[in-house]
Nanobody, 135 residues
Framework: QVQLVESGGGSVQAGGSLRLSCAAS????????MGWFRQAPGKEREGVAG????????YYADSVKGRFTISQDNAKKTLYLQMNSLVPEDTAMYYC????????????????????????????WGQGTQVTVSS
């Protein structure tokens, strides 16, 4: 059974940094795609960043480009999100997600761009970690 456990959230002031981690377990082969999503109160879940394991291709939402970096350690089955220059608008619950279907190559960029609902492309989700950025 696939399990994803996020950690690293917390409260920081604007301009600060956080590094989120997502520890994956319960499967032998690498996920085809992994990603980070966030959901603020009263808003829909949105894509933040994603990575396609086959090519290593990475995708970012426009709102986080140049500030956030997604990376993964396949040996440790861990996904990371380095978040720098945080702003109050980054406050949200952050979720890690994984999918094993090959067609995530095509759905991943659409999800991160907001053109496809996240649950249409990712089957497995963590419980989330809260990030709060104060001004």
């Amino acid at each position: 059974q696939v399990q994803l456990v996020e950690s690293g959230g917390g409260s920081v002031q604007a301009g600060g940094s956080l590094r989120l981690s997502c520890a994956a377990s319960g499967y032998a082969r690498s996920a085809s795609c992994m990603g980070w999503f966030r959901q603020a109160p009263g808003k829909e879940r949105e894509g933040v960043a994603g990575v396609y394991s086959g090519s290593g291709g990475k995708y970012y939402a426009d709102s986080v480009k140049g500030r956030f970096t997604i990376s993964q350690d396949n040996a440790k089955k861990t996904l990371y999100l380095q978040m720098n220059s945080l702003v109050p608008e980054d406050t949200a619950m952050y979720y890690c997600a994984a999918d094993f279907r090959a067609n995530c190559l095509f759905t991943l960029p659409k999800v991160i761009a907001g053109a496809l609902a996240p649950d249409r492309a990712f089957a497995y989700w963590g419980q989330g970690t809260q990030v709060t950025v104060s001004s």
